[in-house]
């Protein structure tokens, strides 16, 4: 029997970071960050089973289509800091950025310089038409993201019951 692995989740790396493919040991980071009720203000809140399920989700979206989300890591020290995505929801065609940095690691940059790295890679590598981003109004540090992004308003939507901005950049538009 000949077993081909296939290896799907690019690399990114920053200055700080190394956005790599998510790994077993990388849940339990994840499954606190899902359950505490302030870090998880503006997702869906879950406890640990429903987040073995978005886990996996994250992770298999790279098989279905390319793109998917990566777990963010500090390289100096290899501590996980949170998860970044660029993916594509079932019904749209437009590829989503989404950001997640674990409470202890507010406040350090960590979100900027991840979405940075990933929309380059969206826009440039990838060539994506457009991105979007979807961001509750109430959420200041992931608009304060978006906007240095050059992320621009674009309308209102819902997202699980809840209202979200849609909030977009096209290739080759200014910052």
Known sequence: MNIEF??????????????REYRREDFDAFAAHCAD??????LVPADRPAAWRIFCSQ???WLLDGAGWWAVEEKETGRLVGSIGAFFREESTVMELGWNTYRAFWGQG??????????????????EPKVRALIAAANESSLRVARRLGLSFEADTELYGK?????TRERGSPV
């Open 6 to 19: 296939i290896t799907s989740v690019p690399i990114l790396q920053t200055q700080r970071l190394l956005l």
């Open 37 to 42: 009720p302030v870090s998880a203000a503006y």
């Open 59 to 61: 992770a298999g979206l």
């Open 110 to 127: 960590f979100a900027n310089e991840a979405a940075a790295a990933v929309l380059h890679h969206a826009l440039e590598v990838r060539r």
């Open 163 to 167: 209202a979200v901005g849609i909030y």
